[in-house]
């Protein structure tokens, strides 16, 4: 996603389309940057401390194989595609935290997911960036270029948890390719080549939504492809996947929306779950589990624009009638829960999207302006169920933020052959879950018969007495079962169960056990 900027005044239109045209020379062209060896002992200080300073390459922000990709006389190490070291605890956790919610409709999930997905380091997005940051701050020591949202690949994005993609698809050089393009209308510079397209008789395949398309910018197919390789490893088989395609107007004015219907058929064949297959199974507007949709041989599902009679068969969803979305500024963690224009907000049977933004151009634009996704701002989103929280830059320490569950070494569920229940703790780290003995006495979180574990509306109380964990729901009050919460939000109502009932003890939850793969 990017924010869309009219120019309305021809003077500054001009000034961006040169902007921008200066860069496209440069670095589609066999044009080179100024080698790093040309740069004074001073540049090269200041420049690698901006470089290090944002994503620390070659130093030890990531566990992962580092390699070497150049390009534009720049060179860069990254995390090798698929080698991100994902910490044992974390990697349970997130697991655990997926999966407890398989039987959950998809408008009531919550899950992890990323903003701009493909525009990530290992695919050489932020190549020039450093070079670009040493020029800008040149004229202001301010300013800075960040143009790579992620910083590691779609595949350690997925290996860490997240279950939402977002991948930008724009017509470029005759190819379908994930650009981060779109975003500023320059109506002098669209005038000019409809007006060339006039003189010429030809169709000019190129606008201002194209801007930041590069000759090197990824196929569409490839970052598709790579999705599917990963859901095809056994580990993944119970895995179920949404991706948006974020496109602009002009891909189906130049009639190329069958193209991107051919790409996701090609890739994913029969197991994309489809709007007319939805409409067709789920008149009433509900929607299925993950569950659900894996027994029928379900992977994917596919959100975009609507694409009218170019997706005559309704493969995608029209995106806006399946979520609402807004920045983080524009959100409200718990208590509040609240998203702006949009009632009556998360975890209320419609999904919501929650996005960050990381990206710097300069004088331009600052994406930091509007908030950050961070240690500050995920834990109380999580804990309102947003349907998809979706940062930037995601790495393991920014995953651990969207944890509401498992507390730090947390589940132990077999030591020495005993088995081990699990409790939301009470006392210390109100409201995170551990393991204990079975035959530890805490009371039971027992959820009105017949409700929903996701529904934050459902009412919860605790047992009469306490005793060991048990399956039976007897000590429960009339009417209610023991349960468990699927979501930060309904993991909040039992906390605060626990603190209106004057209970500062430890609660059992019925929690089955979900062995990572």
């Known amino acids: 996603y990017q924010r869309r900027v009219r120019v309305a005044t021809m003077p500054l239109s001009s000034l961006f389309f040169c902007l921008f045209l200066s860069l496209t020379f440069v ?93 990530a380091l290992p695919y050489g997005v932020g190549l020039p960036q450093d070079y670009l940051n040493a020029l800008v701050q040149t004229i202001n020591p301010n300013w800075k270029v960040v143009i790579a949202n992620q910083v590691v690949s779609i595949t350690d994005q997925l290996n860490i948890g997240i279950r939402f993609l977002e991948m930008d698809v724009h017509w470029y050089r005759d190819e379908l390719r994930l650009c981060h393009a779109g975003g500023i209308d ?86 994309i779950f489809t709007q007319g297959e939805w409409e067709e199974m789920y008149p009433d507007g509900s929607w299925p589990s993950p569950k659900e949709l894996i027994a029928m041989g379900k992977r994917v599902m596919v959100c975009t624009h609507d694409f009218g009679d170019q997706d005559p068969d309704d493969i995608t969803f029209i995106k806006d009638q399946v979520w609402a979305e807004n920045s983080q500024s524009d959100t409200q963690g718990y208590p509040n829960c ?51 929280i979706n940062p930037d830059e995601l790495d393991p320490t920014t995953a651990n933020y969207i944890i509401w569950s498992w507390d730090s070494d947390q589940p132990a569920q077999f030591v020495d052959n005993i088995k081990y229940c699990t409790k939301l703790r009470g006392s210390r780290s109100v409201g995170r879950w551990a393991t204990a ?74 929690v089955p056990y979900v062995p990572t793969p």
């Open 437 to 510: 003995l079975c035959s530890e006495q805490h009371f039971l979180a027992c959820m009105r018969t017949g409700g929903d574990p996701y529904d934050h509306f459902t009412e919860w109380r605790l047992s009469s007495t306490r005793s060991g964990w048990t399956t039976d729901s007897k000590l429960c009050p009339d009417g209610f079962t023991f349960e468990y919460p699927r979501n930060g939000r309904t993991n909040e109502n039992i906390i605060n169960l626990l603190t209106s009932s004057g209970v500062s003890d430890d609660v059992w939850l019925n």
């Open 27 to 119: 670095f589609s062209s066999e044009l080179s940057l100024p080698s790093r060896d040309d740069l004074s002992v001073e540049q090269k200080e200041k420049l690698a401390s901006i470089y290090d300073q944002r994503f620390s390459l070659g130093a030890t922000h990531l566990n992962c194989s580092y390699i070497k990709i150049c390009g534009f006389d720049v060179c860069s190490y990254v995390c090798e595609i698929g080698s991100l070291f994902i910490p044992p605890w974390l990697k349970q956790a997130m697991y655990s935290q997926v999966h407890l919610q398989d039987d959950v409709p998809l408008n009531w999930r919550a899950v992890l997911g990323t903003h701009n997905t493909y525009n």
């Open 338 to 388: 609240t998203i702006h224009h949009f009632n009556p907000g998360p975890n209320a049977g419609f999904m919501t999207l929650v996005r960050d933004d990381a990206l710097y151009y300069g004088p331009f634009w600052n994406g930091s302006d509007g908030g950050r996704l961070n240690a500050t701002t995920i834990p109380p989103l999580s804990s309102c169920a947003f349907t998809f």
């Open 186 to 271: 320059l109506d002098g510079f669209n005038e000019l080549i409809e007006y060339l397209e006039n003189v010429t008789g030809e169709v000019i395949y190129y606008d201002s939504e194209t801007i930041g398309c590069w000759n090197w910018s990824r196929q569409y197919s490839e970052g598709l492809k790579e999705i599917n390789n990963w859901l095809q490893l056994p580990e993944n088989r119970n895995e179920f996947l949404i991706i948006y395609n974020d496109m602009q107007d002009d891909l189906l004015q130049w009639g190329k929306g069958p193209l991107v219907i051919g790409n996701l058929t090609e890739v994913f064949g029969n197991s």
